[in-house]
C-alpha cells in the first residue's frame, strides 16, 4: 500500500462513520468489563434496533476511556458526552434522549478535572475507536507516519527526528530513545532485530496493557518505523501470557497490517521488509531485564547475562537487536508525523514528552492518566486523582514498582520527572503510582516489595539470591516486633550490598523500597522496633504484644 | 514434517495442537516456550509425558525442558480443581486488603495459594498482578474479573462451588 491509497482508505471510513449521526463508544477494557460493559453494549444494541435507530447510530466497542473507578462508560461522539456507572438499564433512556442535554444522573461533574487536566499523546484518541478495526486507526491518520518514513526519509533521518524529540525510554530507566537507535543503526550485522518489551511486570501498573489492547496498530507502526530506522528485518513482540486479550488483539493487528501490506515484503512499495510475532511470557518478572526477555525468546530459563556485551551490539540469537518499551514504540508515530520539535515542546528541560500512569491505591478517581512530564505529584494525585477518599490523610506515594520508592507528603510538590524522581528515592518506574493513606504501615510496604523480589529472584547471582531472603527475614521479624536495632542495622548494611553487588536490575533496585521507607518513615520502623507497635495497625504485633502484659 | 517421537496418545485430539505449534516453529529449540504454553492450555497443566514428548521433539534435554517449565510461575505441573479463584497481590490490591480475602478464606476452606481442596472442586491461586488495579481488590472466578471484592464475598463464592451438586 502507497500514501494514496492509505488516504484513499482513510477517507473512506470517514465517509462511512460520518453516515451515522451518533456514535456511542462502549469502554470494553477489563476494567468496564468486570463492571458488566458488555451487557451494557448489548442493551444498546437491541434498544437501537427496537427505536428504529439503525444506521443512523452506531454501537461501537471501544478502547479505554481511562476512568476505571466509574466504569462501565460510555462516550457519545460527535457531541463527546461522557456517562459514568452506566447500567443495561439506562440504554432505552441514553437512546431516547441522545439529542437533548445530557442526562445528569449519569454524569459527574467532580470528574471533570480528571479528564480536563490531562494531555494525551499516546491515548489521545481517548478509546473513541474499535481497537480490532484497522480500518479505525488508518481513519485516524494511522500507518501514515510509517509511509511517510518509507518515501520521504532516510533510515539516518528517522533517528534523528527521535533523538530531538528527546525521547527516553518509557519502561522506567529512561535511556534516551534516539541514542539507542543510533547505536543500533551503526551495527554492521546482516539481520537485526526490533523487541518490544510488552512483559509488564510492575505490580500495580496497566499502562502497556491498556496500550497493547486499545492501540495495537500504534505499537506496531512505531515498531516497524524502528526496523526500518535501524535496519532490522524481523521482530518480536514479548507480551504477559497473563494478558491474553492484549495477545489476541496485537495478532488480529498483525494479520490485519499484513493483509494491507503494512507488514511483511516490500512495505509501500519500498525494498524494506519487516516481519512481526508475538512471544509470550510466561509469568517471570526478571524477563522485563533486557538480556533476560531476550533468553525467554530464544526458549530458554529468562536469566540475564552480564552487560556488556549490550544487545545492541549483541542481542536476540547474537544479532544487534533493539529492545524498547510499549509506551515508548507507541509515540513514534506521533513523532514521525507532527515533527520532533512539537514533542520537544511537551515536558521539561531533561524528560520531554507525556507519561502515563496507572494511578490507583487509595485515591478516588483510579485509572489510567497521561501527564506531562513535569506536572507535580499533587496534580496528580488530588486535582487528576480527586484526592483520597474517607476523609484519610494521605501517607505516601510509590512509584517505580519493587524497585521504586515510597514519597511522603513533603514531596508532593516535587515534579515527576526522571531525574527528581530519582533525587526524591524512587524512579519513574513504568508507571506504576500507588497511593496510600494513613491505614498503610510503611513497613509492611516494604516487606510486600521484598517478598515479591525475593520471590521473583532468578536466583542466577548470589546478592539478589540470598541477599533478599535474608532482608525479607529481617522485614519480617520487625512486623512481629521481634526486632532489634542490630537487626535494623543488618538491615542498612544488606541495602547497600544487593543493591551495588546484584547482576541486574532487579537486585540492584530491590533494597530501594527498604531505603526510601528507611528514609522518610523512619519512626515507623522505631515505633516496631523499640515500642513493639504497628502505628497504622496494620502488623499484627500490636495485639499479640497486649495479651502477654 | 513429522514429530520424531511418536504421539503418545494418537486418539487425543489435543496432542495434535501441540505438534501443530512445534510445526508452525520448524521444530526450532526456541519453540519450547511456545510449545508449553499449547500443552497447559490444551491439558491444563504440564505433566512428565508431555515434557518428555516436547523435548524428544524439539531436541531439547529434558532437564532444560523441566527447568523452563519450572522457572516460569505461569506453567503449573500440578493438575487445577474444577473452579479457580485467583487472588490478585499486586501492590493495588494489597494496599487494598487482598492479604484478609486470602486470611478469610484459609480460615473458612483451609485452602492455601496453590492448593485445591481434596475433593478437586476448587483451587486457590495468587497472581502478581492482573493488570485491573483500577477495581482493586481484585479477584476472578473462573476467569472472570471481579473487582472491589471483599472478604466475605470471595469465600462464599467459593462456597457455592463446594456445594454445588455435580
Keep these: 500500500m502507497i500514501t494514496e491509497e492509505l488516504e484513499q482508505l482513510a477517507a473512506d471510513e470517514i465517509a462511512q462513520q460520518k453516515k451515522c449521526k451518533h456514535r456511542l463508544f462502549v469502554c470494553m477494557g477489563t476494567g468496564c468489563v468486570s463492571a458488566h460493559s458488555e451487557q451494557v453494549k448489548q442493551a444498546l444494541e437491541a434498544e437501537v434496533e427496537k427505536q428504529g435507530l439503525k444506521g443512523d447510530t452506531q454501537i461501537v466497542s471501544g478502547g479505554c476511556q481511562g476512568l476505571c473507578a466509574a466504569g462501565p462508560m460510555v462516550a457519545i461522539e460527535p457531541k463527546g458526552t461522557i456517562y459514568q456507572n452506566v447500567k443495561a438499564e439506562d440504554a432505552a433512556e441514553i437512546l431516547e434522549k441522545i439529542d437533548q442535554a445530557p442526562i445528569e444522573r449519569l454524569q459527574d461533574p467532580t470528574t471533570d478535572a480528571f479528564f480536563e487536566r490531562q494531555t494525551k499523546v499516546v491515548l489521545n484518541l481517548e478509546g473513541r475507536l474499535d481497537p480490532e478495526r484497522i480500518e479505525d486507526y ?35 530507566a529512561g535511556y534516551p530513545t534516539g541514542l539507542k537507535w543510533a547505536t543500533v543503526a551503526k551495527a554492521r550485522s546482516e539481520h537485526k532485530y526490533v523487541i518490544c518489551n510488552g512483559d509488564e511486570g510492575d505490580p500495580g501498573a496497566f499502562m502497556d496493557r491498556s496500550v497493547m489492547e486499545d492501540y495495537p496498530h500504534r505499537v506496531i507502526e512505531g515498531m516497524a518505523i524502528a526496523a526500518y530506522a ?19 488483539r496485537l495478532g ?5 497490517a499484513q493483509k494491507y501490506g503494512l507488514l511483511g515484503e516490500n512495505i509501500g512499495g519500498t525494498p524494506f521488509s519487516f516481519r512481526l510475532d508475538i512471544r509470550m511470557g510466561a509469568g517471570a518478572f526478571v524477563c522485563g531485564e533486557e538480556t533476560a526477555l531476550i533468553a525467554s525468546i530464544e526458549g530458554g530459563r529468562g536469566t540475564p547475562r552480564p552487560r556488556p556485551p549490550y544487545p545492541a551490539t549483541a542481542g536476540l540469537f547474537g544479532q544487534p537487536t533493539l529492545i524498547n518499551n510499549v509506551e515508548s514504540y507507541a509515540n513514534i508515530a506521533q513523532i514521525i508525523d507532527r515533527g520532533a520539535e512539537w514533542y520537544a515542546a511537551i515536558g521539561t528541560e531533561k524528560s520531554k514528552g507525556t507519561k502515563i500512569f496507572a494511578l490507583t491505591g487509595t ?12 506536572i507535580s505529584l499533587r496534580e496528580i494525585i488530588f486535582d487528576i486523582g480527586g484526592g483520597i477518599p474517607n476523609n484519610r490523610a494521605f501517607k505516601a506515594v510509590q512509584t517505580g514498582g519493587p524497585s521504586g520508592g515510597c514519597m511522603p507528603a513533603e514531596l508532593l510538590d516535587s515534579p515527576v520527572d526522571y531525574e527528581s524522581l530519582k533525587k526524591a528515592g524512587s524512579h519513574m518506574g513504568s508507571g506504576g503510582m500507588i497511593v496510600m493513606d494513613e491505614t498503610s504501615c510503611m513497613v509492611d510496604v516494604a516487606r510486600y516489595f521484598m517478598e515479591f523480589c525475593m520471590t521473583e529472584s532468578c536466583g542466577k547471582c548470589v546478592p539478589c539470591r540470598v541477599g533478599t531472603a535474608q532482608m525479607y527475614d529481617i522485614l519480617g521479624k520487625i512486623t512481629a516486633g521481634r526486632a532489634s536495632l542490630d537487626d535494623l542495622a543488618m538491615l542498612e548494611q544488606l541495602c547497600e550490598t544487593v543493591g551495588t553487588m546484584s547482576l541486574c536490575g532487579l537486585g540492584q533496585g530491590a533494597p530501594n523500597p527498604v531505603k526510601s521507607t528507611l528514609h522518610y518513615f523512619h519512626d515507623e520502623y522505631m515505633a516496631h522496633i523499640v515500642d ?7 502488623c499484627k504485633i500490636a495485639a499479640a504484644e497486649g495479651i502477654k502484659a | 514434517m513429522l514429530p520424531s517421537l511418536p504421539i503418545p496418545h494418537p486418539e487425543d485430539k489435543r496432542w495434535r495442537l501441540v505438534v501443530g505449534t512445534m510445526r508452525r516453529h520448524g521444530f526450532a529449540a526456541e519453540a519450547l516456550i511456545e510449545t508449553l504454553h499449547t500443552v497447559q492450555s490444551a491439558f491444563g497443566f504440564l505433566d512428565l509425558e508431555a515434557l518428555r514428548f516436547v523435548a524428544a521433539n524439539l531436541h531439547v534435554p529434558l532437564s532444560r525442558v523441566y527447568g523452563v517449565a519450572t522457572f516460569y510461575n505461569y506453567f503449573t505441573m500440578k493438575p487445577q480443581g474444577e473452579h479457580v479463584c485467583v487472588v490478585c497481590m499486586g501492590t493495588a490490591c494489597y494496599i487494598k486488603g487482598s492479604g484478609q480475602i486470602l486470611d478469610h478464606i484459609a480460615e473458612k476452606h483451609h485452602l ?19 493488570g485491573t488495579c483500577g477495581l482493586a481488590p481484585v479477584v476472578t472466578f473462573d476467569g472472570e474479573v471481579a473487582g472491589k471484592i471483599g472478604p ?8 457455592e462451588w463446594l456445594t454445588r451438586d455435580n
Design chain 1, 230 to 248: 535501524i535496519g532490522a528485518d524481523a521482530g518480536y513482540l514479548y507480551v504477559r501470557a497473563e494478558y491474553p486479550l492484549a495477545v489476541k
Design chain 1, 252 to 256: 488480529l493487528a498483525i494479520r490485519q
Design chain 2, 152 to 159: 466475605a464475598q470471595a469465600a462464599d463464592k467459593i462456597e
Design chain 2, 112 to 130: 492455601a495459594p496453590g492448593e485445591t481442596t481434596p475433593d478437586k472442586k476448587a483451587s486457590l491461586v495468587v497472581a502478581r498482578c492482573l
Design chain 1, 138 to 172: 488508518i481513519a485516524v491518520g494511522g500507518y501514515s507516519a510509517l509511509l511517510k518514513a518509507l518515501a520521504e526519509m532516510t533510515p539516518t533521518e528517522v533517528v534523528d527526528q527521535i533523538t530531538h524529540s528527546g525521547l527516553r525510554g518509557r519502561g522506567g
Design chain 1, 532 to 538: 513493639k507497635r504497628c502505628p497504622a495497625g496494620v
Design chain 1, 363 to 374: 485515591v478516588k478517581n483510579t485509572g489510567l492518566v497521561e501527564v506531562p512530564m513535569g
